[in-house]
Nanobody, 125 residues
Framework: QLVESGGGSVQPGGSLRLSCAPSGFTLDYYSIGWFRQAPGKEREFVAS????????FYADSVKGRFTISRDNAKNTVSLQMDNLKPEDTALYSC????????????????????WGQGTQVTVSS
């Protein structure tokens, strides 16, 4: 299982930093993705980072505002979210790729097999 933290409520233009940590296994050899789901909407891809770092993929809606990173020594993946907008309001979940050692742009939830419960992000004035 994965555990997310760092969600909360902020005003438009604010920032939050989400963290994703595993429970009982290492993230070292797996790409990690962040997804979000707003009420009444389908889950959508936000960002991913490949297993060794150095390759990142972002949804067009968050490019230039969100930054994904990983620290394999600390076994965590982070999502820095800046210039938040009301449309970023959603439940954010991290997920581990089903296959190790991949460098694909895996933006489909079907490519991930271990998920966290999510952390709520609310952006409003």
């Amino acid at each position: 299982q994965l555990v997310e933290s760092g969600g909360g409520s902020v005003q438009p233009g604010g920032s939050l930093r989400l963290s994703c940590a595993p429970s009982g296994f290492t993230l070292d050899y797996y790409s990690i993705g962040w997804f979000r789901q707003a009420p009444g909407k389908e889950r959508e891809f936000v960002a991913s980072i490949v297993w060794m770092g150095g390759m990142y993929f972002y949804a067009d809606s968050v490019k230039g505002r969100f930054t994904i990173s990983r620290d394999n020594a600390k076994n965590t993946v982070s999502l820095q979210m800046d210039n938040l907008k009301p449309e970023d309001t959603a439940l954010y979940s991290c997920a581990r790729a089903a296959a190790p050692l991949t460098t694909n742009n895996d933006n489909s939830p079907d490519a991930y097999d271990v998920w966290g419960q999510g952390t709520q992000v609310t952006v409003s004035s």
